[in-house]
Structure formats: C-alpha cells, structure tokens
Nanobody
Framework: VQLQASGGGLVQTGGSLRLSCAASGIIFSRYVMTWYRQIPGKERELVATINSGLGRKITYADSVKGRFTISRDTAESTLYLQMNSLRPDDTAVYYC?????????WGQGTQVTVSS
C-alpha cells in the first residue's frame, strides 16, 4: 500500500496550491480519506475529510472552511486538496490518510510553506 502525496511548496500569502495523494494497493472507493497537517512540536491536526460511497460527506476544520476544498477521483485513486487564500498559519507538513474498517494508512507528507 502506498499513499504518495505531492503538490506542496513555497507560496506567498493569498496564493494557492493543490495537493494530490495518489493511492495504490487499496480499493480506493472503500476508504474514508482525510488530509491532516502538522507543525513541528504540535499535534497532527485534521484539515478535511471526505467519506466513501455515493454520499461523500465532507467536513472541514473551522480554520480552513471557505478556503480549502477536498475532493477525490475514484477512477484515478487520487485525493486532492485545493488550498486558496493561503496564510502563514497554514504552513505545515500535510499528510493524507486512508481508513476503512480496521485498515488505515498514512502518506509520507508534503511541506507547505506560506510566506508573509
């Protein structure tokens, strides 16, 4: 199983980035997919979750509502996070996470740095 995150980088305040997480070795459509982020010395924080199935319920952390959009492409087995209006406090390592029943997996993380 592999979750390959990409798309991070350095961007100015107000800019945008699109993160991707390509999944392999799992039946992607079964899994609840989540983006987390972590700043050194702090706990990992949930950013956004998208459920599996037709309903695909989505939840966001209050801090990113209206700025970030999570989506998934089942045909490509890929999770996305569109991040707009980025702020310096969005700076973190972003991780994708997959969970189904007792199975869960983490990606390796991608660094997002927002300069002021």
């Amino acid at each position: 199983v592999q979750l390959q995150a990409s798309g991070g980088g350095l961007v100015q305040t107000g800019g945008s980035l699109r993160l991707s997480c390509a999944a392999s070795g799992i039946i992607f459509s079964r899994y609840v997919m989540t983006w987390y982020r972590q700043i050194p010395g702090k706990e990992r924080e949930l950013v956004a979750t998208i459920n599996s199935g037709l309903g695909r319920k989505i939840t966001y952390a209050d801090s990113v509502k209206g700025r970030f959009t999570i989506s998934r492409d089942t045909a490509e087995s890929t999770l996305y996070l569109q991040m707009n209006s980025l702020r310096p406090d969005d700076t973190a390592v972003y991780y994708c996470h997959a969970k189904w029943a007792r199975y869960e997996y983490w990606g390796q993380g991608t660094q997002v740095t927002v300069s002021s």
